[in-house]
């Protein structure tokens, strides 16, 4: 019932910027957690940052400050805005929407970010 679409994953060089989106479609609860995880070969997926629809974010201790997170309810879209990427940034991010009082999660297929020294 719900489709997360990523996009904005690219290669880009240490020090640079890079923002992914996620846009929700389907039904799509208006009171919900949209946030980003990331995963790198061989490793757990982790916490990268979440927003509630109420505005409350959350962030990863390896994220913070250099990473933003924002949302637009009305258009069921989340963003993640990084600066001053690092090599140890690269994964694949998965957008996740969650709403836990109904026991319910989606994620997206992700999207590559690499970045190079």
């Known amino acids: 019932q719900v489709q997360l679409v990523e996009s904005g994953g690219d290669l880009v060089q240490a020090g640079g910027s890079l923002r992914l989106s996620c846009a929700a479609s389907?039904?799509?609860?208006?009171?919900?957690?949209m946030g980003w995880y990331r995963q790198a070969p061989g490793k757990q997926r982790e916490l990268v940052a979440t927003?509630?629809?109420?505005?409350?974010?959350n962030y990863g201790d390896a994220v913070k400050v250099r990473f933003a997170i924002s949302r637009d309810n009305a258009k069921n879209t989340v963003y993640l805005q990084m600066n001053s990427l690092k090599p140890e940034d690269t994964a694949v991010y998965y957008c996740?929407?969650?709403?836990?009082?109904?026991?319910?999660?989606?994620w997206g297929q992700g999207t590559q970010v690499t970045v190079s020294s």
């Open positions: 927003m509630s629809s109420g505005g409350i974010a």
């Open positions: 996740n929407l969650n709403v836990p009082w109904r026991n319910r999660s989606y």
């Open positions: 389907g039904t799509i609860v208006s009171i919900n957690t």
